[in-house]
């Protein structure tokens, strides 16, 4: 008796660790590039908090960036296949397979969070088949996601710190689509005079004073890694203390 116990108590709690992940959005909430198995593909950007997803593409050939969406793209899961659909973005669901996505204000979602009819969807996995995903620990952090639109070849997104900053550069100079940026990420405000550091953590002839905004790129124990956008875009840490 004390054997079998003992074997079920092993196999509930294999079970718990080893449980299918389904993608979500707290997994997926982040930066990814997409990975191109051919030459020529623009550099291309995606950024994602809570239900909200923005997308940049770097056109090389004129060094100019812009934004996918309007200003933003709402997304979430809905694997209900009697073909009845969400009509508001608070019934998207947070976990599953198939994703939705609502991209235009005023086409496919409007101001009240009402959905009109999704722009598209595709099958989202962590693995390229999907079926890794019965091997994986319920605290499983993706590094790479599988977006199939098509049933054939998935596109490839592996997750990133940060947009690079020559994308960021490009993306200030236009105008419209910055501010659909900035409206999407979130700013923290310096408490203080804040003296700017090195990777190294030296500090640098660069300072902010109390009020300017930041955006938080990386975390580091007391660091935090900075992104401030004034007349140019300046990088660096700074404490945490000395943000609000």
């Known amino acids: 008796m004390k054997a079998v116990m003992s074997i079920l108590i092993i196999l509930v709690t294999f079970n718990k660790c080893h449980s299918q992940t389904i993608p ?8 990814w590039r997409f990975v191109s198995s ?3 593909y623009d550099p291309n950007f995606i950024c994602t908090k ?4 923005i997308e940049i593409t770097y056109w090389s050939d004129t060094q100019k960036a812009s934004l996918y969406g309007s200003p933003y793209s709402y997304y979430g899961f809905w694997d209900d296949a009697s073909g009845v659909y969400p009509k508001k973005v608070t019934e998207l669901k947070s976990v599953g397979n198939r994703a939705l ?5 005023g086409k496919s979602y409007d101001s009240l969070g009402n959905l009109i009819k999704y722009t598209r969807s ?7 088949e999907g079926d890794d ?3 994986m620990s319920s605290n499983y952090i993706p590094n790479k996601l599988y977006l199939n639109f098509t049933g054939k ?21 236009n105008e419209k689509d910055w501010l659909k940026f900035k409206s999407f990420v979130k700013f923290n405000k310096t408490s203080n005079k804040t003296f700017i550091y090195s990777s190294s953590k030296v500090p640098t002839k660069m300072y902010l004073i109390k009020g300017d905004e930041v955006e938080i790129l990386e975390e580091n124990g007391e660091w935090l890694k900075i992104r401030y956008y004034g007349k140019k875009v300046v990088e660096g840490w700074i404490k945490r203390s000395d943000v609000d």
């Open 122 to 128: 595709c099958y989202l996995t962590y693995s390229p």
């Open 50 to 53: 809570e239900n909200k997803i």
């Open 24 to 31: 979500s959005q707290v997994k997926i909430e982040g930066v």
């Open 101 to 105: 996505f609502y991209d235009d204000l």
């Open 38 to 40: 051919k030459r020529g």
């Open 133 to 135: 995903e019965l091997e």
């Open 153 to 173: 070849d998935p596109d490839v997104y592996e997750r990133i710190k940060e947009i690079p900053l020559f994308v960021i550069e490009a993306l200030r100079r």
